[in-house]
């Protein structure tokens, strides 16, 4: 009798010993799904070490926010960033407004280590030192919101100017049927290289003026733009792209005497460094580099080498939403996607902020004058060394997709 109940006291022992085995087991499976979830560039071992053994409060239902789908207007210098989107380590702009965003309470903790909870989406992602007039992104947040509250807490370069209420299914990107960049420069990036010139005192002429337009018609309709990314060949059909428009302002005087000229495209999306490329060999033609035969390779399944202009000039203007708002701008519920409002303290930002930084810094650093030194070191001919390398790759999937914008 004896033996029976020390062998169901061993088996009891044996089964509760299993069962704190599974709990720990359980707790460390929950642990690391967690862990695989959070942003890599938070140290979270010592936020937790902090937190210690502390549970979470339970859950009360009168503390539910309410948050519906919005759309913010975004505006800011990225001449200081690493880009707009989120990377480890880097000061970028969605880092900047969501540490606002969390410190004001339009985003839980949980948003703010995963975007994708309050289904956030950009309307274009920028890279590295490219500013944005207005940027447009989309999210749920809660009904009252202070504005001016959560600029206090940006950075001088980062302003948010407008919020509007859109539909339940509204994607920043998905529902943009067309985005504006313009690329801002000293006028002399178009004077013949041949000719000597005095950055300060050069004035471009009416007929360079109209050279450089020319030139820029060129890309406008629907081509394959393989050339002006990177990993793109010419057989993948994301590389053609739509251009509206190709324009090229009046040369004007900055405050600081030196003379600008500024150009506009318009086009349904764009891919990684396109926009720079396209200004880049646009130069380089009426420099006087290379000609437009060039440019009419370039559309082809070739692979040449190209110039690629610095990002500092390059801003987004507009992102356009002609679509949604003719079905929804006027049913009463939902304002058009226009911004009017907001206009003149976008401009105002845009001047004192965006252009007064290119201007500056161009004239300081003259980036674009060094640049212009490196064009004559480029072929605008076939890539030896990667001809075979694109037939190999001729037939595989490319990672890019339409997200890597400019």
């Not at 013949?192 to 820029?216: C, H, I, T, W």
């Not at 692979?303 to 000039?313: F, I, T």
Request: aromatic share 8%; hydrophobic share 35%; glycine share 4%.
């Amino acid at each position: 009798m004896s033996e029976a109940l020390e062998i169901l006291e061993q088996q009891q022992e044996q089964r509760k010993q299993e069962k704190e085995v599974a709990i720990e087991t359980t707790k460390e499976m929950k642990k690391l799904k967690r862990n695989l979830k959070r942003r890599k560039w938070v140290d979270w071992k010592t936020e937790d070490e902090e937190k210690g053994d502390e549970k979470r409060a339970a859950f009360n239902p009168a503390d539910r926010v309410k948050r519906k789908k919005t759309a913010i207007l975004l505006s800011y210098s990225g001449a200081n960033y690493f880009g707009m989107q989120r990377n480890p380590g880097m000061a970028t702009i969605e880092e900047e407004l969501f540490k606002a965003m969390h410190k004001n309470k339009w985003i839980t903790d949980e948003s703010y280590e995963q975007a994708q909870s309050c289904m956030f989406q950009r309307a274009a992602r920028t890279d590295k030192g490219v500013s944005a007039a207005r940027q447009v992104c989309s999210m749920k947040l809660p009904e009252d919101l202070d504005i001016d509250a959560l600029n206090k807490d940006l950075p001088d370069q980062i302003r948010l100017f407008g919020i509007e209420r859109v539909t339940k299914g509204f994607n920043a990107k998905d529902q943009c049927n067309a985005r504006t960049y313009t690329y801002t420069m000293p006028s002399i990036a178009f004077a013949d290289f041949n000719e000597k010139s005095e950055y300060e005192k050069f004035r471009l002429s009416p007929e360079r003026v109209k050279k450089a337009q020319g030139v820029l018609q060129l890309f406008e309709g629907t081509k394959n733009f393989h050339n002006f990314t990177s990993r793109k060949n010419f057989l993948d059909p994301s590389a053609k792209r739509f251009i509206m428009s190709f324009t090229c302002s009046e040369p004007f005087v900055s405050p600081q005497g030196v003379e600008f000229i500024t150009v506009k495209v318009k086009g349904q999306s764009f891919m990684l460094h396109q926009i720079r490329k396209m200004v880049g060999l646009t130069i380089a033609i009426v420099r006087g580099h290379t000609d437009v035969a060039t440019l009419d390779r370039a559309l082809t399944e070739e692979r040449l080498d190209l110039p690629m202009a610095p990002g500092l000039g390059l801003v987004l203007d507009t992102v356009h939403y002609e679509r949604y708002n003719e079905r929804y701008g006027q049913d009463g519920i939902h304002n058009p996607l226009t911004w009017e409002k907001q206009e003149p303290e976008v401009k105002n930002f845009i001047e004192t902020k965006i252009f007064e930084t290119i201007y500056r810094t161009e004239c300081e650093q003259k980036p674009l004058l060094e640049w212009l030194e490196t064009l004559p070191l480029h072929s605008y001919d076939a890539r030896k060394e990667e001809a075979s390398a694109a037939a190999a790759n001729a037939d595989k999937p490319n990672k890019n997709d339409d997200d890597n914008e400019e």
